[in-house]
C-alpha cells in the first residue's frame, strides 16, 4: 500500500521545509515542539488497546525509517487476527510518524494534506473533520482496499508530529455502519494513546 507520506515526495517536503511558516491563530506555542524522532516507533505503540476488536497481535515488522525531505520519519506495520466469532478477518495496520523541525511547519504540512494531498485518494474526494485527537485530524476511506474490506485512514498532528493511522480491514461479511464505527472510534483511542506514547 502507498502512504501518503510516499505521494508527497521529497521534493514536495523539502520545499515545505523551505517554506517556513505562516501565521496561525491556534492558541500553539511555535518552537521545535514536544516530540524528539526516534526510530523504533513499534516497541512504544500501545498495540495491547486494538486487540478489542481487532484480535490477537500476531505480527509486527520491524520499524522502517527513512528522511523525508529532511524531515525524519518512522513507520510500523503490524497484523491482527480475531477469533472465529468476531465480524473482522483480518487487519494490517500502518502506522507511519513523520517528525517535524518545528511546530508551525507540521501545522502546515497538516493543511496541505488535509486540503489538497488526501483528498485525492479519499472516496469522493473529500475527508471528515475528526475533534480531540492531537490538536487536529482527519480521517477517510481511502479508494484503495481489499476485495473484503475497506482500508480507513486517520491523519493527525499533535506539536510538531504528524501521524497517519491506517487500518486495512477484512471483514468476514460486508460491514455496515455500525461495524465500520467500531473501526473508526478504535483508531482514534490508538491515535491518542500512541501521542501519549511517543512523548515518552
Do not use: W
Not at 517535524?100 to 507540521?106: N, Q, R, S
Amino acid at each position: 500500500m502507498r502512504h501518503h507520506l510516499a505521494r508527497l515526495g521529497p521534493v514536495l517536503l523539502a520545499t515545505l521545509l523551505a517554506a517556513g511558516c505562516g501565521s496561525d491563530p491556534a492558541p500553539e506555542k511555535d518552537g521545535p515542539g514536544d516530540y524528539h524522532a526516534t526510530d523504533d516507533i513499534c516497541t512504544v505503540l500501545p498495540y495491547r488497546l486494538l486487540t478489542d476488536p481487532l484480535g490477537d497481535h500476531f505480527g509486527t515488522d520491524e520499524p522502517s525509517t527513512r528522511d523525508s525531505g529532511g524531515a525524519p520519519a518512522s513507520k510500523c506495520v503490524a497484523s491482527f487476527d480475531p477469533q472465529s466469532a468476531s465480524p473482522y478477518q483480518h487487519t494490517v495496520t500502518t502506522v507511519d510518524v513523520v517528525f517535524l523541525p518545528d511546530t508551525a511547519l507540521a501545522r502546515k504540512l497538516h493543511t496541505f494534506d488535509r486540503t489538497e494531498n488526501q483528498p485525492k485518494y479519499a472516496i469522493g474526494g473529500k475527508v471528515t473533520e475528526v475533534k480531540g485527537v492531537g490538536r487536529e485530524a482527519f480521517r477517510f476511506r481511502n479508494t484503495a482496499g481489499s476485495d473484503t474490506g475497506p482500508m480507513f485512514e486517520l491523519v493527525t498532528r499533535d506539536s510538531n508530529v504528524e501521524m497517519t493511522v491506517t487500518f486495512l480491514v477484512d471483514f468476514r461479511e460486508p460491514p455496515d455502519d455500525k461495524a465500520a464505527d467500531v473501526v473508526l472510534r478504535k483508531m482514534e483511542e490508538f491515535a491518542k494513546a500512541s501521542f501519549t506514547a511517543l512523548k515518552g
